[in-house]
């Protein structure tokens, strides 16, 4: 048995449940926040037997790939028309940080 | 040292907190959800020496033992009388799952 | 590579999260609550190579450091004066509990 340890980005949250859920992975998430950006994430803690926490990786790596979303800057009040034609920002979403930590002992009450 | 990480039912976590509290046993909480129903649960860490992680867990399964509550399903508003003599649905409270994690080196600051 | 799971006051937050990010040492927080006092405090998780553990535990140390606050008893509705030259009361602060956990793996997405 292993404890792997996922910090998410909140956009693949849901998506990242089902998957675990239809796949018959038990799951349990945690609410977090970033040290650098100081916005939230989410933390899973997914008990595993061993033979299947390379099929639990390639889940989270599938579901959470890092990709770039174009997001049009919100225009500040008041200036309407001329910023609705700015550019719009590229910003990261997704990725993910896995630890795999070795577990002694389960007991299931 | 071991580090005991108990995800447990929220009906149980007063009785948990107090019984671990009068043992003399340290502990954190950290509320969390279910990956399945979705629904509220809370994790436990809980340093412990090796000599008492058998008393913690034995702590764990008589404060969080699985049982069967008789609820009265709600009537929707409207219905009144006739749901009243509904038949009361069967609901399990309780259990938990506990990881036993192996912890290298301990400091208190 | 290793799972530093420190458990702080929230006095020490702020401080510890950016002398963290200063010393380029990633870093996730929850919010958590302590089992005997039941207020609220916060468990940071951060996974550090080998080397740089004494580092991290070094500057947990110097951030979270236990000290005494006095902070005046606030005056129960009503009794205004005699109260405000009552004796300040001394209360710890800072502090810290400190676990290094084995990782057998991390993968980042
Ligand atoms: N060693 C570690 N231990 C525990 N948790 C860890 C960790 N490394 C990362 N994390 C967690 O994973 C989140 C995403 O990290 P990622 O490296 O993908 O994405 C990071 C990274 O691309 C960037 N970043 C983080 N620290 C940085 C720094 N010192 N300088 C420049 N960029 C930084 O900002 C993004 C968001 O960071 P943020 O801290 O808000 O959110 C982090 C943090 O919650
Ligand atoms: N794929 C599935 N098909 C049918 N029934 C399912 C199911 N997944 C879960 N259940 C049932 O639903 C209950 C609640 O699961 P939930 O994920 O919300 O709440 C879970 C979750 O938060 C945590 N948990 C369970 N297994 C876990 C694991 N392998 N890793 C991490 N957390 C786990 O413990 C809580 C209680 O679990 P418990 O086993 O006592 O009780 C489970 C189980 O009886
Ligand atoms: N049975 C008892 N009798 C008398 N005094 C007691 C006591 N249990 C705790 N205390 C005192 O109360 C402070 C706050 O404990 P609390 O459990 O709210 O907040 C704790 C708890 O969240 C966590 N913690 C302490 N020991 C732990 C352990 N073994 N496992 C997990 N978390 C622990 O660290 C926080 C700060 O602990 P710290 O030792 O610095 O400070 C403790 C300690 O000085």
Redesign the pocket.
């Known amino acids: 048995m292993k404890l792997i340890l996922a910090?998410v980005h909140n956009d693949d949250v849901a998506r990242l449940t089902e998957r675990l859920t239809e796949a018959g992975f038990g799951a349990t998430r945690v609410a977090?926040t970033?040290?650098?950006?100081?916005?939230g994430?989410t933390t899973f803690l997914i008990g595993v037997d061993d033979a299947h926490v390379d099929d639990v990786i390639a889940l989270i790596r599938d579901t959470c790939r890092r990709r770039t979303q174009y997001v049009h800057p919100l225009p500040p009040a008041g200036f309407g028309e001329e910023m609705a034609y700015a550019q719009p920002i590229e910003v990261e979403v997704g990725?993910a940080?896995i630890f795999v930590i070795p577990v002694e002992r389960v007991e299931r009450i």
Chains 1, 2, 3 share one sequence.
Do not use: E, T, V
Not at 34 to 39: D, H, M, N, P, T
């Open positions: 910090i977090s970033g040290g650098f950006l100081r916005q994430n990725g940080l």
